[in-house]
């Protein structure tokens, strides 16, 4: 029987999990890779086999069938009984001031991550609740928690700080910053194939369903679009990311909103939603795009998708400003790996700094897609927070190989 790691990664908008098989106590390899997405009544299950190709797929009724369970039972059927499961990883969203490195989850742990949901009120609860369930039928097995906030941890206390009355910072509301995990791959895997990136000032586009950008400056996060939540920053599928905090006075006192209203309009229905009317799929938009016919709706999806360039490029040039210059740039997730179109318009918009885009390689997805002659190097990355997460249980199991 092999050994193997099944790393969890639940995000907004979906829980995805891949089985890695270890052999001699360092390598690792992926075996399966699955996911479930939600959508309003039902969700769907994927998964797919080391060489990407679908083994199985089923839709069901969320009301009949809890979609966790569903996924548990999956992996109890087809991977328990074959393989000994030596561990377990989580993608955590938020460590707090205090959980700056992967941790073996206890009970007492558990407790004390799950104090930590009112930072992050929609993704805590969805990130623990495989552990919680894991727990209650195997509690033998090791949990690890790998914290997106961690690699945050160099940012220099003043980008930490919010310019609020101090009993604020000490209740811990100040700047975190998330999608570390997905940095941190970014990070090890421009050491080997870009060490001058990896070194340099570059800034890291995490462009996916969630979306934040990453100053990275010798190796090292010096400051983050997110901050204290994971609506800040740039606007997301169905996030507003940064706004006038005057909005939510107006939203306050002129429609009497209350909590669920606020959490439903700013996490649920801005973003790319909010404006287009439409989806807040980019690649939903862009189909929609080609087909539309009502010149209203096409004015609204197109402002949808022109103002999430406009703040990626806001975001850029501040974060450029924040390191003294900018050396590289690389895109990932969902969008950022296939929204050739998206990649196009922040480029050229960056044309005045010396970036020079090859517009051929772009559309090719290729993994470098500016000229040589270009101040700023871009590039098109895959990220795998899934590897990260994996390699950081490794050294909890070690007694287990
Ligand atoms: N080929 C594509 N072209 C444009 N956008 C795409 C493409 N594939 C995926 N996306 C977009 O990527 C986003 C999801 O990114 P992903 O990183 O998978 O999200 P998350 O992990 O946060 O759930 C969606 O907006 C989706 O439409
Ligand atoms: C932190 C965060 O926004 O995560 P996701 O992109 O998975 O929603
Ligand atoms: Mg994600």
Redesign the pocket.
Known sequence: MSNIIIVF?A????L?FTVFQITDKTVIQKMIKGRI?YDADTFHFFVHDENDQLIDQTTQSQQSTNSLQYLLNWLAEHEEGRHNIIGIGHRIVHGGANFLAPTQITPAILMQLEALTPFAPLHQPQTLAPVRTIASYQPKLPQIACFDTAFHRTMPDIARLLPLPRQYAQKGVIRYGFHGLSYDYLTQRLNQIDPQLAKGRTILA??????SLCALKEGKSVETTMGFSALDGLMM?SRCGMIDPGVLLYMLREEKADWDTLVNTLYHQSG?LGVSGVS???????EHLQHEGDPGLRTSIEQALALSSYRIVEEIGALAAIMGGLDGLVFT????????Q?RQDVCQALEWLGLKLDVQANMQHASIITHADSSIRVRVEP?HEELVICQNVLPFVQDRL
């Open positions: 990664n995000g907004s908008s979906s995805k997405e995490h462009l996916g369903s969630g979306a599928g790319l807040s799929d980019m690649r939903a938009l862009r997730a969902g969008i950022g790996e296939h929204d050739a998206l990220t």
